[in-house]
């Protein structure tokens, strides 16, 4: 494959990015942008520098040549010192493989997607700064603050309404997030292609199946067996539904037909969503007035959380974790 093809066809898939598409250099994840393409150079600008930064046609073809000498592929660690934006770039061409967890960037037959545009990462903005409006974010805040105040990593010295309000704000962080990380997978599998990983600045995720069996109707398949000489006996088993509605008919104890194992657990009784908001306000005001005199608003504050304090103190026996035979 000669280079100016090669630079053709480069040319071509970067002018067909969107105007907002997102970049990560593949080692320091600096996130950047294409911000022009001109006859030997594309242009792009990082997200934190006013200026623009030229990326020159022979400097790929250098990397280009560099490539095509690698056999096992080029090691991104050999990049001169800001030339990262090249690789990512080059990745861009659909022969090029760049795979950011071994480093690498390699020629390929098969056609690739690169796994650092379109990391849909947002740019922040300079303006007022804006809570989002879901329950994990509230939750979360007030876990933050709890964790603040206690250590953590010494919960056998922690008191018992310390930790029962540590375990209730992560079981409740924990049902929101699943139930906004469920949301977040169904947009992703729109935009995943199969065995083609996208990363982002924190990890990288990739589109996958899952194969699930349920048996059709019992005397269908039971009679399928049957022509085949699998005797009924060989895929019979016990069900433990009707096993219960025999016990409710005889005399028999549960004990003898199960095997009973008893554990103790905590179980989240009920949450006092009226203190929960208390503490959340405080916590806002606290981060709203920053930059302000506060003074003021820090007594009202802590007069607030001792009052919460006050209200939410209890005694409780201890919970163990313990496990019995029946």
Known sequence: MSFSMTWNNLFDNVEELPSDATLLTPLSRKPFRVTDTQEHRILISFRDDDGTVPLQREQFETLFQRVEDSRQGFDLDRLPPDAEPYATVMSLHPRFELD?????LSETEMPTSSPLVDAHEVDTEKGKREEPDIPVYADTLLLIDALERHDPTDLEGMETPALVNLYTLLSDVQRNANDLRQDVRSVLLDRLHHDQPVSGQYGSVQRTSRRNRSLRDEEEV?????????????????????VDEALEVTELAESDVYEIEESEYVRKAEVDEDEKESRLQGLKDRLAATDEDTDELQQEIEELEQRIDDLTSFDSASTFHTKSGG
């Open 222 to 242: 039971l009679e399928i067996l049957d022509e085949e000489g699998i005797d009924r006996e060989r895929v019979t088993s016990v069900d433990s539904s009707k």
């Open 100 to 104: 950011d967890q071994e480093g690498t």
